[in-house]
Structure formats: structure tokens, C-alpha cells
């Protein structure tokens, strides 16, 4: 009887540990952190009218990703707006239709083991990835800020910026943004053609000091007259 008894009276604290499945602490965490960081892009103008997407891997085996839902006021983001999906985007976790770009999203965490991936439709990316379209990418080369970069030590680095043309046919663009990433290593973001930028780290605040890093450097090209090459 007694046994019984305290069986019972465990019941609830089972049921609370069922609902502390670690995997949910890490999404949450992640959702979090996502909204945070695109709440302040907005603020800098670089993800205006539901603009741009976030990504962080949440498991590699299998793949596992925390992304933006499509079409959010990112201005408004809560981690209730961020959708689990695998390696396919299917949704595993949440409500609500991935971006389409999240095909991309996935492609750039194989190819370079990236932890994180941060989309941004600035002005700027917007300028110069039109301007420099025909020179196939933009070299940022000379700034301080460069050190900002993975890897960067000093300002005599010269970093190339891909530009790639722009599709609404993600499967085929995500082959095109893999094979870009294959044969140029080391690079730390590319363009889409008057779209935006793409940029990664290991982990999501290396992610988000690449969207700095990279903004403020194509904002002092274009500021500084260099959105007309040769
Ligand atoms: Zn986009």
C-alpha cells in the first residue's frame, strides 16, 4: 500500500522531468538568442520589411537547425517565431513555413561546418552587390575593421566577397552557393545580386560580429565613393 502510495505522489515529477528534455532548453536558448540578435539588425536597418534570415545549428547527427519562419516583421522577433527543421527543411519542431531560403542555410552549415548562419538585406549589400556584380565579387581590403574577421590578424588582409547572381529557385542556387564555397575556401560571406549578404561563424556571436564587421565595411565603400568601379 505504501509503495503504491508514493508511486502516486511521484507521478507529477515525472511528468516535469518528460517536459525537461534537454533538446528543448537548447531550442530555447537558441530562439532566444536568434530573436535578440534580429530585433537588433533591425534596428539597424539591415532587415527591413520582413527582410533577411537567422539560422543556428542545434544538433549536427542528425542535422538539426533553429531558422526564422518566412515573412515575420523582424522587428518583432520572439523565439516563438523560430521553427526546428532537418537537414531537408522539414519541420521537427514549432508552427509555422520555414524561410525558402533556409535551403541555403543548410548548404552553407555543410560546406564550411559553419554553427550559425546570418542573412542581411542592407542597402549597402544591396548597392554594391549591384555595382560590383560584373567584377564577380567586392574586395575589402586595408581596414582595421578586417580584424574583426575568423582568423584576421591585421589590416593588410584582403577579403573577397563572391557575388552571386540572385534565384528564386533555391535548390539551384544552394548548388551554386556549395560550389562557390568550395572553390573559394576561407572566406567568411558572399552576396546575392542586389539581394543581400550571407555570412556565418562557429558559433552565433561570431556569426553576428561577421554581419557587423561586414556592414560597416561595404557602408564605408559605398559612404566613400567606391560603389562605381573602373
Ligand atoms: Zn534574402
Known amino acids: 500500500m505504501k509503495k503504491t502510495k508514493r ?10 522531468n518528460r517536459h525537461s528534455d534537454p533538446t528543448d532548453s537548447v531550442f530555447a536558448g537558441t530562439a532566444a538568442d536568434l530573436s535578440e540578435i534580429g530585433r537588433s539588425f533591425y534596428a539597424r536597418g539591415w532587415v527591413l520589411g520582413t527582410s533577411g534570415n537567422f539560422s543556428a545549428v542545434l ?13 515575420l516583421d523582424k522587428g518583432n522577433l520572439t523565439p516563438e517565431h523560430f521553427l526546428e527543421v532537418d537537414d531537408a527543411v522539414n519541420v521537427v519542431r514549432g508552427n509555422g513555413r520555414p524561410s525558402a ?29 549591384g555595382t ?13 575593421m578586417l580584424k574583426g574577421l575568423e582568423g584576421v590578424r591585421t589590416h593588410k588582409h584582403r577579403e573577397w566577397l563572391p557575388i552571386l547572381e540572385n534565384s528564386q529557385d533555391m535548390v539551384e542556387l544552394a548548388d551554386r552557393v556549395s560550389k562557390t564555397l568550395r572553390e573559394i575556401p576561407g572566406i567568411h560571406g558572399f552576396l546575392l545580386k542586389e539581394h543581400g549578404l550571407y ?22 565603400l559605398v559612404r566613400s565613393g567606391a560603389a562605381h568601379p573602373a
Open 7 to 16: 508511486r502516486v505522489e511521484r507521478k507529477p515529477a515525472q511528468q516535469i
Open 59 to 71: 544538433s549536427r547527427e542528425p542535422l538539426r537547425l533553429a531558422v526564422t519562419s518566412t515573412g
Open 101 to 129: 531560403e533556409a535551403l541555403l542555410h543548410v548548404a552553407i552549415v555543410r560546406c564550411v561546418h559553419a554553427g550559425a548562419v546570418l542573412h542581411t538585406h542592407s542597402v549597402w549589400s544591396t548597392v554594391l552587390s
Open 132 to 144: 560590383h556584380a560584373s567584377h564577380g565579387g567586392v574586395a575589402l581590403e586595408g581596414f582595421e
Open 199 to 220: 555570412t556565418w561563424g562557429r558559433n552565433l556571436q561570431e556569426a553576428k560580429r561577421h554581419v557587423e564587421i561586414l556592414e560597416f565595411l561595404m557602408e564605408v
